[in-house]
């Protein structure tokens, strides 16, 4: 395949490409934090400047925690769902579906026509993985996924809120819990201190000029927006895999709450 050429995306949409080299190059480890063998064959057939990315060893690292944080609670739900559906909002150059696949799960990614059309040189749409092309808080899709007969339903939200400003997030919140009650979300998010601070460190802010628009020091505090959210699970990524941070930062986190809660992995019902 010739390399192909992703330089016309927009500016969040290149923040895509920063977990899959994450999840490519931790594939490649001795003891890997996630494998991923079809995140590594796309970043070969990319066009891109990668190597740009090894100066944000952290932002890498907290990737692949939160693809291997969210593959456990969805693997958790598989197992004890039926008729399950679980759907991507902004799927980007996500590889989950391929990592969890249990031969029964329906899987739907969403996202934007340019993303899709990329998405599309790489997977393909069978009986139990659809597409998208569109924005979640459109709607459109959501009769159609109403309408399959599932049972169970799950909502992935990887790298993709904290680029919304609160009232899309509420907004999406409510739009799930009215029209899918009982379904579970998974999300990361970021603290204002992380917020704020972020565009000093963050890869998906230097590399892209992106920004983040939405902070949250306390995910619990999402039950205020709407009695339904009830918050199941929250876990940090400076909890996980403590030997591959950095001695200063397992330091600091600990002397400093506000560093631990910079990023958190979230696990919500909506409804």
């Known amino acids: 395949m010739n390399a192909i050429e992703v330089a016309q995306l927009g500016t969040v949409q290149q923040t895509m490409l920063i977990p899959l080299w994450a999840r490519a190059t931790e ?10 063998p079809k995140a590594k064959e796309i970043v070969g057939s990319l066009k891109y400047d990668f190597e740009s990315f090894r100066r944000f060893p952290r932002t890498m690292l907290g990737c692949c925690i939160r693809s291997n944080v969210f593959d456990g609670w969805i693997r958790e739900f598989l197992a004890q769902a039926s008729e399950a559906a679980v759907i991507e909002i902004g799927a980007g150059m996500d590889t989950t579906f391929d990592r ?10 969403i996202d934007f026509p340019d993303i899709l059309q990329l998405r599309s040189k790489f997977f393909k749409e069978t009986s139990r993985r659809r597409f998208f092309a569109e924005s979640v808080l459109d709607g459109e899709w959501v009769d159609q996924v109403r309408s399959a007969g ?3 339903f799950l909502f992935q939200a990887a790298g993709v809120l904290m680029y919304w400003p609160e009232e899309e997030v509420r907004r999406l919140f409510s739009m799930l819990a009215d029209q899918f009650p009982g379904a579970l979300i998974l999300f990361d998010a970021c603290s204002r201190w992380s917020q704020r601070n972020a565009p000093r460190w963050e890869a998906a802010l230097q590399e892209t000029n992106a920004e983040f628009r939405w902070g949250i020091d306390d995910p619990r505090s999402v039950h205020d ?9 929250i876990e940090h990524h400076l909890d ?13 986190k ?3 709450p506000t560093i631990r809660r ?3 992995l979230n696990l919500v019902r909506l409804g």
């Open 150 to 152: 599932h049972q169970s």
């Open 27 to 36: 594939h490649q480890q001795r003891r890997p934090i996630i494998r991923d």
């Open 254 to 256: 600990t002397l400093v």
């Open 240 to 252: 996980h895999f403590s030997h591959r941070w950095p001695l200063w930062l397992r330091v600091a």
């Open 225 to 233: 927006w709407d009695s339904r959210f009830q918050v199941l699970a």
């Open 100 to 109: 969890m696949d249990d031969g029964r799960v329906t899987w739907y990614e």
């Open 262 to 264: 910079s990023f958190s």
